[in-house]
């Protein structure tokens, strides 16, 4: 078994804002973060992919297969967006780093062929990142 | 949904290699120039993982706030710029990197109540780091 992982870069904002809590409840839990003007990050995404190694190819994955796949289902979708008002998943729920690290997951999982995904790590920053390794 | 969130925490302190177990000639043998009697420093990034059910009120595997006071109040504030030798937790155990992210983690791991403890990791420099997870293997 080996692993690939590939990383990509998109920027976009978002705020933190739930409208069941009371202003109170949300100024406590998320702080700055809840400027419903948004703010941004530049983010860096790792995928990474597990399989053998094919013996003709020598690949475990095609890299420009990848490459496709996380333009189209990832990049396109967010980069230089508004997470909370453009992207679908983000209408109801919170656009937190655990939040995008799943809906990427969940945008890439049933477009990878052969191989399989093994975990999704999005960085906010260099200081703070979320790894996700399917539902569990 | 279970993820693993880590935060980074930059912090800088000195330390000398030094084991009262050993005699002098042993302890420059084993320790080299970290031996030096009096000291040097390094840049440590602390990196602490937590995991947990991303909780759909708030999004969130553990509030970051919460996590960032809990850090900067029992874990920054008590070794950025300190001499690792004369801390409490150094006074038997000699302040390698694999002894100082020991203690880190049971810091978290006995006062962090805002989510599960996955593990720690340090490094001392950019050339080497250390992990600790409670003595249980590093997983997934």
């Given amino acids: 078994m080996v692993y690939l992982t ?39 995404l790792e995928v990474t992919v597990k399989g053998e190694v094919d013996s003709r190819s020598g690949f475990v ?13 990832v ?10 008002k453009e992207v ?3 209408s109801r729920q919170i656009p937190t780093t655990e ?20 975990r999704v790590r999005v960085y906010e920053s260099p200081n703070l990142f979320v790894d996700f390794y399917g539902k569990a | 949904m279970k993820a693993y969130l880590t935060r980074r925490y930059m912090f800088s302190a000195s330390h000398r290699l030094h084991s009262k177990g050993m005699s002098d000639a042993e302890n420059r043998e084993t320790y080299g120039k970290c031996n030096n009697p009096h000291g040097h420093g390094h840049n440590y990034s602390l ?30 504030q008590k070794f950025d710029i300190q001499n690792l030798n004369l801390l409490p937790q150094f006074v038997d155990d000699v302040p390698t990197t694999e002894n100082l992210c020991i203690a880190l983690y049971d810091i978290l791991q006995r006062g962090f109540t805002g989510a599960h403890l996955e593990r720690v990791r340090l490094e001392e420099t950019m050339m080497n780091s250390f992990e600790y997870a409670g003595g249980a293997e590093i997983r997934p």
């Fill in chain 2, 47 to 76: 990196e602490v993982t937590v995991s947990g059910q991303v909780q759909s009120a708030t999004g969130m595997v553990c509030n970051r706030m919460e996590l960032d006071d809990f850090v900067g109040r029992e874990i920054l």
């Fill in chain 1, 88 to 90: 679908p998943e983000f």
């Fill in chain 1, 6 to 44: 590939r990383k990509a870069e998109f920027s976009a904002s978002h705020y933190y804002h739930n409208p069941d809590l009371t202003p109170e409840e949300n100024q406590r839990i998320f702080g700055k973060s809840g400027n419903p003007n948004g703010h941004g990050h530049n983010y860096t």
């Fill in chain 1, 75 to 84: 990049l396109d979708a967010l980069d230089h967006r508004f997470l909370n």
């Fill in chain 1, 99 to 118: 939040n995008l690290a799943i809906a990427i997951w969940q945008r890439i999982q049933p477009k990878l062929q052969n191989a399989q995904l093994h």
């Fill in chain 1, 61 to 73: 994955v095609d890299l420009k297969k990848l490459k496709e796949i996380l333009n189209r289902e």
